[in-house]
């Protein structure tokens, strides 16, 4: 990654950016060095279509305008951490939205919406859902990852945590019948063809 460190002498804190980030950007007028770094265009932040999601690594940007659906960071995602292709069973899903969006046809989202598709993936939130309904603790704090992740030597595949996460993230295997969930590989923003999906750690956005 490239060292935006000397553009972002404007004092912004990491507390300050997860206080942005937690709000929304929409509405928020950015410093053109921040824009710089996070890729975007005050137009993308005032049309809502830039989405960040903070995690202990970085923040993953979605440029939502530039998706077109086209399923690469699935494929990359699976066949990184499965060594085999499945939509279903990424990490990272577009497919959910492919069709009708969030809220069904004409809602703003999907083939039948406005095109406008939306990454998601896991929010490493401070307290997990799935953590906490994993019934034998297969999930927990990796510090080789550096977010919270499953451990499939443990794991049942009874789909409490998919269940228990209110984005339904962590999924179970079909083949493996073992759960997963992104570990901020960073494969999925690698294999996006238009950019629409970027990993920026943070020392690259605060100083």
């Not at 690594?57 to 440029?63: A, D, H, N, W, Y």
């Not at 603790?137 to 990852?145: G, H, P, T, V």
């Not at 789909?159 to 494969?187: Q, Y």
Request: glycine share 12%; with cysteine; charged share 20%.
């Amino acid at each position: 990654m490239s060292d935006h460190g000397e553009i972002l002498r404007t004092g912004l804190t990491r507390q300050e950016f997860l206080r942005i980030s937690g709000k929304g950007l929409a509405g928020l007028t950015l410093a053109p060095s921040l824009l710089a770094v996070l890729g975007c265009s005050q137009k993308d932040v005032d049309s809502g279509t830039v989405e960040l999601t903070t995690t202990p690594k970085g923040v993953l940007v979605t440029q939502r305008a530039r998706c077109t659906g086209c399923h690469r960071c699935e494929t990359a995602c699976t066949t990184f951490n499965y060594g085999s292709v499945g939509s279903f069973f990424s990490r990272v899903k577009i497919h959910r939205h492919y069709f009708y969006g969030d809220e069904g046809a004409g809602s703003g989202g999907g083939l039948y919406g406005d095109l406008n598709y939306t990454a998601d993936t896991c929010r490493q939130c401070k307290h997990p859902a799935c953590m906490q309904a994993c019934p034998i603790k297969a999930i927990a704090w990796n510090e080789k990852y550096r977010c919270i992740s499953v451990d499939t030597q443990r794991c049942l595949g009874c789909g409490a945590c998919t269940s228990a996460c209110p984005w339904m993230m962590a999924t179970v295997n079909p083949v493996t019948h073992k759960s997963g969930k992104c570990i901020l590989c960073g494969e999925c923003a690698s294999a996006c063809p238009t950019g629409a999906l970027s990993i920026i750690e943070w020392k690259e956005i605060t100083v």
